[in-house]
């Protein structure tokens, strides 16, 4: 028989044993192929050209190229442990290393051809469906039509030819690497010796749970206004290190510590769950604790990610309308003609003007930054805002000696900290104005690009008229007046867009239109979500795959331990039902730690993204938990059969 | 009293075309206490008598009853049942569970019963002194002997008093010192405990320490021999010339 007839037959017969690592390649081609087909699609430019969207996809690729090497190199490293003896066999009737790596590789490229063929054809199909969940997401109107792409094509050749190249070097070092002896009990001697626990080790594992709660603690902190200027990205980076290392050292030590003290209190008498849950695990998570901490790591971080677009996403029409309080809002002295145009074409509208008073303020009494005296850019003593009268707010009466703030958001209320009282100084050109502060209304009167998100001072009629006269002529600002329109009938909002267009009220700085302004926004972070839900879909998958894998392989190796416990007299079900706690331990413990991590993560910057943070963030949770929890299944229904098969 | 009775039994492999029959019309009786071990040519059938006799393969025809019940009749779960309460077994390779410590190996048995916990204790500390592993209890099988670890085996086969132990080659993989100290255990045991002990060897000298030797060939019982009142040299001397007759080429025209 030649060599290359060995490998057909070889490939032939091991076409059922190696699923596993047919599946994960042309998943990954799959996965891949359609990415970069949604990048090189035209009908894309509509959606990213308004942002930063084809930067984001690059990111995107990068980080998917990443994912998926590693996903390969781990399915290819399963897939030579259990290809062991055989290699072991081929050097012991006389191969040469060299021809044994000749015929892996051949084996190899057969199956990377084939899968490359099956899985580009599979991410085709796959990107029409995905174009049409990015339309949705960004509101575009257009029919998915989808061209095939010979760009993403080269691409995603040239790709998984590096990919193979790789995996090609790691099979060859394995082979260079290993005896005949030691490849004949690869297979055999797996689990790696065991070693009672040490005091360091206990020491290490409590340590990593302190690690990552000093992660948590800093991140709580991060933007209570501890830090500032350089030390924030000292902290942020503290931050990640002391997590990641704190996760790395849980798995390595706490997982084991923990079991050992509830396994010390049981004294030796382990029921069945005990058996297969406590003991397996606890030596198998402290030689996997790396890889484990990458799964982890990676799915806090798409988890964080995926809240935080999902917030944004959630957050766009509350954010505008924070921002641009009314339908059209105009700071230039367009208003007029715009209202003028308006009525022109039958549009019911109602406007209102106010004058924009600016004023030297001196607010240290109310607001205040938590640690101010290390912020020497930016003082609450000496400062200006914008004055209105009370006469625009029509839920408002200011008595004369009062004042009210309004405009607040929610990025400033994490940043500082508002009293419930004291006294607000105006100094103008002749007089002081000194009021007393009644309270923060939940108001929106200014658009904020009058008010630079800054809160509004609310004052008298009379106040304002003598503060008006008294007004620092140096002090004016930008824009002295501000028109907010609001058309009466929903329907005309579009029609009214185009003539603010049609009129080139638009190209003037600081002249908005509410419903332009939506668009944009959905357009723009609905790529970032879609790329962002894309990734976290594929990185989802991927450690569920690798986790699920271990687990197949860890049957394999634990299927004499079932047949000694058959023997003993267990049942099939008590096997199970051991097998099922070992499985919520498996893949539960990374997944809790991982939403644990994101948590924080979500919780401490979250205000930057938009202002609800609960729903979206547990609506991204349970789906992905979800998602997740359905390689637990498939792990538990995989053991089932090897139970089965045990006696 | 008769503990274990296989009446012709039958074990067939394959299919109709193309059939093995490994166990042919066997009939073997267990006393209550006994100690006998089966021994035969590799291939003559011995561990897959062992294996339709501790209920983890089915015969393909005949009846083995184990304390009047017969087990060929039983479902998965009552044969489960069965085999925690009235069975034990030690083999060749110990099977032991590498991430468990001697002490917990020991009582698995006992945690499937659902035997109360300090009653597990006591019986671990009788024994384990009787074995010799006491001071062991807390290692894990890598850390101890290949000796230590198939006493520790003996003592999961023995600890919750079954009516009937399986030893399939227990001194298979033990230098010949290790092997005698097991076996003197063993036998030890068998009169305290009064345990029935079916074992599988086929070292002359490990068969030597029991009562009875069966000895098969193609799937049938060639012969025994009893022990009665021999030493154990004589006795001995008696299964090496039994075996030499039994393996010898046999010199037929």
């Not at chain 1, 009629?461 to 004016?476: F, G, H, N, P, T």
């Not at chain 1, 080139?504 to 972070?525: F, H, L, T, V």
């Not at chain 2, 011995?46 to 060929?72: A, F, P």
Request: charged share 20%; glycine share 6%; net charge neutral.
């Amino acid at each position: 028989m030649t060599v290359n007839r060995l490998i057909f037959r070889n490939i032939k017969k091991n076409f059922k044993h190696y699923y596993v690592y047919i599946f994960a390649l042309v998943f990954s081609v799959a996965l891949y192929f359609s990415f970069m087909t949604l990048q090189f699609d035209p009908a894309l430019d509509d959606t990213t050209g308004g942002v930063k969207g084809a930067a984001a996809i690059k990111t995107g690729s990068v980080l998917l190229i990443f994912i998926v090497s590693v996903f390969l190199v781990y399915a290819n490293n399963l897939f030579i442990k259990r290809r062991s003896k055989e290699i072991g066999l081929f050097q012991l009737i006389g191969m040469t290393k060299g021809t044994v790596f000749h015929i892996l590789s051949v084996e190899n490229l057969v199956l990377y051809v084939g899968s490359l063929i099956v899985g580009i054809f599979l991410g085709f199909s796959m990107s029409r469906l995905l174009m049409m969940i990015l339309f949705k997401v960004t509101g575009i109107q257009d029919v998915a039509t989808l061209r095939f792409s010979s760009e993403a094509f080269v691409q995603t050749l040239v790709v998984f030819a590096a990919i193979y190249i790789l995996i090609l070097l790691m099979n060859a070092v394995f082979i260079r690497r290993q005896s005949i002896l030691s490849l004949f009990r690869v297979a055999t001697v797996t689990q790696q010796r065991l070693k009672k626990m040490t005091a360091l080790q206990a020491i290490l594992g409590v340590f990593g749970i302190g690690l990552i709660l000093f992660g948590y603690y800093l991140s709580s902190q991060l933007f209570s206004g501890m830090f500032l200027g350089n030390q924030f990205f000292v902290v942020m980076i503290a931050i990640l290190a002391s997590v990641i290392i704190g996760t790395y050292l849980f798995y390595k030590g706490s997982v084991s510590f923990i079991f050992n003290i509830i396994r010390k209190r049981k004294n030796g008498y382990l029921n069945v769950n005990d058996v297969l849950s406590l003991s397996s695990i606890m030596f198998r998570m402290k030689s996997n604790s790396l890889l484990l901490m990458i799964i982890t790591t990676l799915s806090a971080l798409s988890i964080a990610l995926l809240s935080l677009s999902y917030i944004s996403y959630y957050s766009v029409e509350k954010m505008v309308e924070k921002n641009i309080p009314a339908d059209f809002s105009i700071l230039t002295e367009h208003g007029a003609e715009f209202v003028q145009a308006l009525e022109k074409e039958g549009i019911a509208n109602s406007y209102e003007t106010i004058d924009l008073l600016n004023f030297q303020v001196d607010l240290s009494e109310v607001l205040s930054m938590s640690a101010e005296e290390g912020n020497s850019l930016f003082s609450f003593a000496d400062t200006t805002m914008l004055v209105i009268s009370d006469q625009v707010v029509e839920q408002l009466d200011v008595a004369e000696t009062e004042v009210y703030l309004a405009n607040q958001s929610d990025f400033l209320n994490n940043l500082m900290h508002i009293q419930e009282q004291g006294m607000i100084v105006f100094t103008g050109e002749e007089y002081v104005y000194k009021l007393a502060y009644k309270g923060m209304e939940d108001l929106t009167v200014l658009p904020a690009r009058a008010t630079g998100a800054f809160p509004v001072a609310i004052v008298d009629q009379s106040i304002y008229q003598q503060m008006l006269a008294d007004k620092d002529v140096e002090l004016s600002t930008e824009f002295s007046q501000y028109t907010g329109v609001t058309i009466t009938n929903r329907e005309d909002i579009e029609r009214a867009d185009t003539i603010f267009h049609a009129l080139d009220i638009d190209i003037w700085a600081g002249n908005e239109s509410k419903y332009e302004e939506k668009m944009i926004q959905k357009q723009g972070i609905g790529v970032i979500m879609f790329i962002v839900g894309f990734l976290g879909l594929a990185f989802l998958i991927t450690s569920g795959c690798i986790l699920y894998f271990k687990q197949m392989d860890e049957s394999e190796d634990e299927k004499a331990n079932y047949t000694i416990l058959r023997k003993l007299g267990y049942t099939q079900t008590d096997l199970l039902k051991g097998v099922q706690h070992k499985q919520l331990f498996n893949f539960g413990i990374p997944l809790v730690v991982g939403l644990c991590h994101s948590y924080f993560a979500v919780k401490s910057g979250w205000f930057l993204f938009g202002t609800e943070m609960l729903t979206p963030m547990l609506i991204v949770m349970a789906i992905y938990t979800a998602l997740y929890s359905i390689f637990g299944m498939l792990s538990v229904l995989n053991y089932k059969r090897v139970i089965k098969e045990a006696l | 009293m008769v503990i274990l009775q296989a009446t012709k039994i039958y074990k067939t492999y394959g299919n109709k075309l193309n059939k093995t029959e490994v166990l042919s019309a066997l009939d073997l009786e267990v006393n209550k206490g006994e100690f006998v071990s089966i021994m035969g040519a590799s291939g003559s059938g011995k561990t897959t008598l062992l294996n339709v006799l501790s209920s983890i393969d089915r015969v393909s025809q005949g009846t083995i009853s184990i304390e009047g019940q017969n087990i060929n009749a039983m479902k998965e779960k009552q044969m489960a049942e069965f085999r925690k309460r009235h069975l034990g077994f030690i083999f060749q390779d110990y099977n032991l569970l590498d991430t468990l410590t001697v002490k917990e190996n020991i009582l698995l048995p006992l945690s499937v019963q659902k035997v109360a916990k300090k009653r597990a204790n006591e019986m671990f500390h009788a024994v384990s002194e009787d074995l010799g592993i006491a001071d062991i209890a807390d290692k894990y099988p890598n850390e101890i002997s290949g000796g230590q670890k198939q006493r520790t085996s003996a003592a999961r086969a023995f600890i919750h008093d079954p009516s009937i132990i399986f030893a399939d080659e227990p001194t298979g993989a033990l230098d010949s010192k290790a092997a005698s100290d097991l076996l003197n255990k063993l036998s030890d045991l068998n009169t305290k405990r009064n345990a029935s002990i079916v074992m599988v060897t086929h070292d002359p000298l490990a068969a030597s320490f029991s009562e009875r030797v069966v000895f098969i060939k193609d799937g049938q019982i060639y012969t025994q021999l009893y022990k009665g009142e021999q030493t154990r040299t004589e006795f001995f001397n008696d299964i090496i010339k039994t075996q030499g007759v039994l393996g010898g080429v046999q010199h037929d025209s």
